[in-house]
């Protein structure tokens, strides 16, 4: 069973670089065809994507947050990772990293439990 487990701080002030790491475990995020993504819920809204990894290490971004956002992998950690710049409140979300197999799309296979990560002052 693939298991996906976020770490980071729960805590950023406005205008830093938020990092997030995916821990990934019963799987390898170099399995063929498999997509690897960070999604987030703001509060009272829905699931928005981020962007993903491939299994090849093609990365893809939301057009609205692709000026912002930075993926990249430690295949020898088998993790990937998520960073943020220029973070405002509005960023103020659980942020969760999930996987599927073909696509990036939702729904996905697996998906971690969530980290709740404040922006504030």
């Known amino acids: 069973q693939v298991q996906l487990q976020e770490s980071g701080p729960g805590l950023v002030k406005p205008s830093q670089t938020l990092s997030l790491t995916c821990t990934v475990s019963?799987?390898?995020?170099?399995?063929?065809?498999?997509?690897w993504s960070w999604i987030r819920q703001p509060p009272e809204k829905g699931l928005e994507w981020m962007g993903a990894?491939?299994?090849?290490?093609?990365?893809y971004y939301s057009p609205s947050l692709k000026s912002r956002t930075s993926i990249s992998r430690d295949t020898s950690k088998n993790q990937f990772t998520l960073q943020l710049t220029s973070v405002t409140p509005e960023d103020t979300a659980v942020y969760y990293c999930?996987?599927?197999?073909?696509?990036?799309?939702?729904?996905?296979?697996?998906r971690g439990q969530g980290t709740q990560v404040t922006v504030s002052s």
């Open positions: 999930a996987s599927r197999r073909g696509s990036f799309q939702p729904p996905y296979d697996y």
């Open positions: 019963g799987g390898s995020i170099t399995a063929t065809n498999y997509y």
């Open positions: 990894i491939d299994s090849r290490g093609t990365i």
